[in-house]
């Protein structure tokens, strides 16, 4: 029994001793143009938002909450993204609180 926790022991002792590895960042296009989002901070989603099988951009401001949809016209693996504008329900930009 001692054998087995002291071995347990030394094992996470060795995964909690290695650093972290991150991927490198990559930027977003859309229209054939990298996104940019210079008002506030953002929150973004990726969801199969229209039902067509692909993953989709919505991402959140914080300065005004308003909600920017940028639909997938690609594939999941190979994205191409298109800037469809503010989300609106029945007419009316959605502006949801925000700060």
């Not at 901070?41 to 991402?59: C, M």
């Not at 005004?64 to 329900?89: Q, W």
């Amino acid at each position: 029994m001692k054998t087995c926790f002291l071995l347990l022991l030394l094992i996470s002792v060795a995964a909690l001793s290695q650093a972290p590895t991150y991927e490198s960042y990559w930027y977003l296009y859309a229209d054939g143009e990298q996104i940019q989002l210079n008002l506030g901070n953002a929150s973004p989603l990726v969801t199969d938002w229209d039902s067509d099988g692909d993953k989709d951009l919505i991402v959140g401001r914080y300065t005004n909450g308003n909600i920017m949809m940028y639909t997938n016209d690609g594939t999941n693996d190979s994205p191409i993204l298109t800037y469809s504008g503010f989300m609106e329900a029945a007419g009316t930009t959605i502006a949801l609180p925000y700060g």
